[in-house]
Protein backbone atom coordinates (compact mmCIF):
# COMPACT_ATOMS: atom_id res chain seq x y z
CA UNK A 1 0.00 0.00 0.00
CA UNK A 2 1.27 3.33 -0.84
CA UNK A 3 1.56 5.54 2.57
CA UNK A 4 -0.29 8.23 2.64
CA UNK A 5 2.51 10.36 3.99
CA UNK A 6 6.24 9.61 3.51
CA UNK A 7 8.92 11.54 4.98
CA UNK A 8 12.60 10.88 3.97
CA UNK A 9 15.82 12.20 5.56
CA UNK A 10 14.75 15.67 6.43
CA UNK A 11 16.78 17.76 8.30
CA UNK A 12 16.13 21.25 9.50
CA UNK A 13 18.37 24.13 11.02
CA UNK A 14 18.23 27.69 12.06
CA UNK A 15 20.95 29.44 11.81
CA UNK A 16 23.50 27.11 13.67
CA UNK A 17 20.89 25.23 15.55
CA UNK A 18 20.43 21.68 13.67
CA UNK A 19 16.70 21.07 14.88
CA UNK A 20 16.29 17.71 12.58
CA UNK A 21 18.77 15.57 11.59
CA UNK A 22 17.47 13.20 9.06
CA UNK A 23 14.20 12.30 10.33
CA UNK A 24 12.28 9.75 8.03
CA UNK A 25 8.64 8.10 8.70
CA UNK A 26 5.33 6.79 7.12
CA UNK A 27 2.00 6.80 7.67
CA UNK A 28 -0.04 4.60 6.27
CA UNK A 29 -3.45 5.37 5.09
CA UNK A 30 -5.82 5.15 8.81
CA UNK A 31 -2.50 5.28 11.37
CA UNK A 32 -2.43 7.42 13.86
CA UNK A 33 1.21 8.16 14.26
CA UNK A 34 1.86 10.01 18.06
CA UNK A 35 4.95 12.11 17.71
CA UNK A 36 6.43 12.12 21.80
CA UNK A 37 9.81 13.74 23.37
CA UNK A 38 10.86 16.62 25.19
CA UNK A 39 10.45 19.63 24.51
CA UNK A 40 13.44 21.08 22.00
CA UNK A 41 13.43 17.64 20.43
CA UNK A 42 11.95 18.91 17.31
CA UNK A 43 8.24 17.25 17.67
CA UNK A 44 6.71 20.71 16.58
CA UNK A 45 9.30 21.63 13.89
CA UNK A 46 8.83 18.09 12.00
CA UNK A 47 5.12 18.48 11.94
CA UNK A 48 5.65 22.20 10.62
CA UNK A 49 7.67 20.68 7.81
CA UNK A 50 4.94 18.15 6.87
CA UNK A 51 2.71 21.17 5.71
CA UNK A 52 5.92 23.44 4.59
CA UNK A 53 5.11 26.53 7.69
CA UNK A 54 8.98 25.30 8.04
CA UNK A 55 10.73 24.70 4.86
CA UNK A 56 13.06 21.40 5.76
CA UNK A 57 17.07 22.53 4.20
CA UNK A 58 17.20 18.88 3.14
CA UNK A 59 15.00 15.29 2.28
CA UNK A 60 11.77 15.39 1.09
CA UNK A 61 8.41 15.04 1.78
CA UNK A 62 5.30 13.61 -0.11
CA UNK A 63 1.52 13.10 0.33
CA UNK A 64 -0.64 10.49 -0.85
CA UNK A 65 2.48 9.80 -3.14
CA UNK A 66 3.38 13.58 -4.35
CA UNK A 67 6.19 14.48 -3.25
CA UNK A 68 6.71 17.95 -2.62
CA UNK A 69 8.64 20.57 -5.48
CA UNK A 70 11.13 21.73 -3.51
CA UNK A 71 14.83 23.61 -4.66
CA UNK A 72 18.10 22.90 -3.96
CA UNK A 73 18.89 21.93 -0.66
CA UNK A 74 20.40 24.14 1.11
CA UNK A 75 19.39 26.95 3.81
CA UNK A 76 17.27 28.68 1.25
CA UNK A 77 15.24 25.75 0.43
CA UNK A 78 12.15 26.91 -0.87
CA UNK A 79 8.87 25.12 -2.56
CA UNK A 80 8.80 25.75 -6.30
CA UNK A 81 5.30 25.22 -7.17
CA UNK A 82 2.72 27.40 -5.45
CA UNK A 83 0.00 26.08 -7.00
CA UNK A 84 1.05 22.34 -6.00
CA UNK A 85 1.93 23.91 -2.81
CA UNK A 86 -1.56 25.26 -2.39
CA UNK A 87 -3.20 22.12 -3.32
CA UNK A 88 -1.08 19.63 -0.87
CA UNK A 89 -1.63 21.97 2.13
CA UNK A 90 -5.38 21.69 1.54
CA UNK A 91 -5.15 18.10 1.48
CA UNK A 92 -3.49 18.85 4.95
CA UNK A 93 -5.42 19.76 8.52
CA UNK A 94 -3.23 21.36 11.09
CA UNK A 95 -4.74 22.31 14.41
CA UNK A 96 -2.41 24.14 16.53
CA UNK A 97 -1.64 24.74 20.33
CA UNK A 98 -2.99 27.96 20.14
CA UNK A 99 -6.67 27.97 18.59
CA UNK A 100 -5.67 30.67 15.53
CA UNK A 101 -9.74 31.24 14.88
CA UNK A 102 -10.66 34.97 13.32
CA UNK A 103 -12.03 36.99 16.13
CA UNK A 104 -14.02 38.65 13.66
CA UNK A 105 -15.76 35.85 12.46
CA UNK A 106 -18.43 33.85 13.78
CA UNK A 107 -17.50 29.82 14.75
CA UNK A 108 -19.70 28.94 11.06
CA UNK A 109 -17.61 31.35 9.03
CA UNK A 110 -14.50 30.23 10.45
CA UNK A 111 -15.24 26.62 9.45
CA UNK A 112 -16.20 27.32 6.04
CA UNK A 113 -14.12 29.65 4.95
CA UNK A 114 -11.17 27.82 3.75
CA UNK A 115 -13.50 25.75 1.88
CA UNK A 116 -15.11 28.65 0.09
CA UNK A 117 -11.38 30.45 -0.64
CA UNK A 118 -9.30 27.91 -1.32
CA UNK A 119 -10.99 25.10 -2.52
CA UNK A 120 -13.76 26.96 -3.89
CA UNK A 121 -16.61 24.73 -3.04
CA UNK A 122 -20.29 25.30 -3.45
CA UNK A 123 -21.69 27.52 -0.43
CA UNK A 124 -24.71 26.06 0.52
CA UNK A 125 -22.93 22.46 0.47
CA UNK A 126 -20.44 23.82 2.60
CA UNK A 127 -22.52 25.49 5.19
CA UNK A 128 -24.27 22.05 5.48
CA UNK A 129 -20.81 20.24 6.24
CA UNK A 130 -19.91 23.09 8.52
CA UNK A 131 -22.54 22.37 10.96
CA UNK A 132 -22.65 18.79 10.91
CA UNK A 133 -19.00 18.90 11.84
CA UNK A 134 -19.42 21.25 14.57
CA UNK A 135 -22.77 19.56 15.41
CA UNK A 136 -20.30 16.37 15.38
CA UNK A 137 -17.62 17.54 17.64
CA UNK A 138 -20.24 19.26 19.92
CA UNK A 139 -20.69 22.77 19.54
CA UNK A 140 -23.43 22.63 17.02
CA UNK A 141 -25.27 25.18 19.23
CA UNK A 142 -22.05 27.52 18.76
CA UNK A 143 -22.28 28.19 15.03
CA UNK A 144 -23.37 32.04 15.61
CA UNK A 145 -21.04 32.71 18.21
CA UNK A 146 -18.01 34.64 18.11
CA UNK A 147 -14.50 32.81 19.16
CA UNK A 148 -13.84 35.47 22.42
CA UNK A 149 -17.32 33.74 23.78
CA UNK A 150 -16.46 30.20 23.45
CA UNK A 151 -13.95 28.51 26.32
CA UNK A 152 -11.02 27.41 25.16
CA UNK A 153 -12.37 23.76 24.97
CA UNK A 154 -14.87 24.82 22.61
CA UNK A 155 -12.65 26.94 20.29
CA UNK A 156 -10.59 24.48 20.18
CA UNK A 157 -13.27 21.59 18.91
CA UNK A 158 -13.89 24.60 16.86
CA UNK A 159 -10.64 24.55 15.10
CA UNK A 160 -11.14 20.63 14.77
CA UNK A 161 -14.20 21.04 12.49
CA UNK A 162 -12.41 23.83 10.50
CA UNK A 163 -9.16 21.40 9.93
CA UNK A 164 -11.58 18.99 8.95
CA UNK A 165 -13.86 20.90 6.74
CA UNK A 166 -11.47 20.32 4.16
CA UNK A 167 -11.95 16.85 3.99
CA UNK A 168 -8.30 16.45 4.54
CA UNK A 169 -6.32 13.41 3.55
CA UNK A 170 -4.43 13.84 7.28
CA UNK A 171 -4.69 15.75 9.97
CA UNK A 172 -2.16 16.94 12.13
CA UNK A 173 -2.09 17.92 15.90
CA UNK A 174 0.20 19.93 17.24
CA UNK A 175 0.28 19.87 20.78
CA UNK A 176 -4.19 20.60 21.04
CA UNK A 177 -4.73 20.80 24.43
CA UNK A 178 -1.41 21.93 26.40
CA UNK A 179 -3.11 25.72 26.63
CA UNK A 180 -6.12 24.04 27.62
CA UNK A 181 -7.33 23.26 31.85
CA UNK A 182 -7.58 20.07 32.31
CA UNK A 183 -11.02 19.59 32.70
CA UNK A 184 -11.51 21.44 29.19
CA UNK A 185 -8.49 19.10 27.53
CA UNK A 186 -11.21 16.44 28.52
CA UNK A 187 -13.53 17.05 25.60
CA UNK A 188 -11.04 17.79 22.89
CA UNK A 189 -9.06 14.50 23.53
CA UNK A 190 -13.22 12.64 23.14
CA UNK A 191 -13.11 14.05 19.86
CA UNK A 192 -9.81 13.41 18.83
CA UNK A 193 -10.28 9.98 20.01
CA UNK A 194 -13.75 10.09 18.17
CA UNK A 195 -11.46 10.49 15.06
CA UNK A 196 -9.13 8.22 15.30
CA UNK A 197 -11.81 5.33 15.98
CA UNK A 198 -13.09 6.57 12.54
CA UNK A 199 -10.38 5.50 10.47
CA UNK A 200 -8.92 9.18 10.00
CA UNK A 201 -4.66 9.44 9.52
CA UNK A 202 -3.74 11.54 12.05
CA UNK A 203 -0.06 12.81 13.21
CA UNK A 204 -0.24 14.22 16.87
CA UNK A 205 2.35 15.82 18.37
CA UNK A 206 1.51 15.65 22.27
CA UNK A 207 2.83 15.50 25.92
CA UNK A 208 -0.23 13.34 27.10
CA UNK A 209 1.14 9.80 27.68
CA UNK A 210 -1.83 8.02 28.41
CA UNK A 211 -3.93 9.22 25.71
CA UNK A 212 -1.04 8.56 23.28
CA UNK A 213 -1.21 4.75 24.20
CA UNK A 214 -4.83 4.99 24.00
CA UNK A 215 -4.95 6.06 20.40
CA UNK A 216 -1.75 5.37 18.44
CA UNK A 217 -1.38 2.81 16.03
CA UNK A 218 2.88 3.56 16.02
CA UNK A 219 4.72 5.78 18.47
CA UNK A 220 7.84 7.71 17.73
CA UNK A 221 10.45 9.05 20.45
CA UNK A 222 12.20 12.64 18.85
CA UNK A 223 15.70 13.25 20.78
CA UNK A 224 17.74 15.45 19.98
CA UNK A 225 16.39 15.86 16.28
CA UNK A 226 16.64 12.36 15.80
CA UNK A 227 14.41 8.99 16.26
CA UNK A 228 15.64 7.03 18.99
CA UNK A 229 12.89 4.68 18.98
CA UNK A 230 9.81 3.93 16.93
CA UNK A 231 7.28 0.91 16.85
CA UNK A 232 3.83 -0.19 18.03
CA UNK A 233 2.43 1.21 21.77
CA UNK A 234 3.25 -2.28 23.28
CA UNK A 235 6.78 -1.71 21.97
CA UNK A 236 7.25 1.71 23.12
CA UNK A 237 5.86 1.63 26.42
CA UNK A 238 5.68 -2.25 26.68
CA UNK A 239 9.01 -2.88 25.85
CA UNK A 240 11.62 0.14 26.05
CA UNK A 241 14.63 -0.33 24.47
CA UNK A 242 16.34 3.30 24.53
CA UNK A 243 17.54 4.18 28.40
CA UNK A 244 16.93 7.83 27.52
CA UNK A 245 12.76 6.86 26.70
CA UNK A 246 13.25 4.99 29.51
CA UNK A 247 13.93 8.14 31.31
CA UNK A 248 11.47 10.36 29.28
CA UNK A 249 8.71 8.02 30.42
CA UNK A 250 9.50 7.75 33.96
CA UNK A 251 9.51 11.54 33.85
CA UNK A 252 6.41 11.97 32.34
CA UNK A 253 5.19 9.68 35.19
CA UNK A 254 4.58 7.12 32.53
CA UNK A 255 4.67 3.32 34.33
Known amino acids: ?????EIKDVHKSFGPLEVLKGISLQAQPGDVVSLIGSSGSGKSTLLRCIN???VPNAGSIAIDGEQIALSPEGPERQPTDTEQL????SELGMVFQSFNLWSHMTILENVMEAPLRVQKRDRKEVEAHARELLEKVGIGDKADAFPAQLSGGQQQRAAIARALCINPKVMLFDEPTSALDPELEVEVLRVIKMLAEEGRTMILVTHDMKFAREVSDKVIFLH????????TVD????ATKSERLRQF??????N
Do not use: T
Open 249 to 254: LSAAGH
Open 86 to 89: RRVR
Open 52 to 54: MLE
Open 235 to 238: EVFG
Open 1 to 5: MQPIL
Open 224 to 231: LGKIEEEG
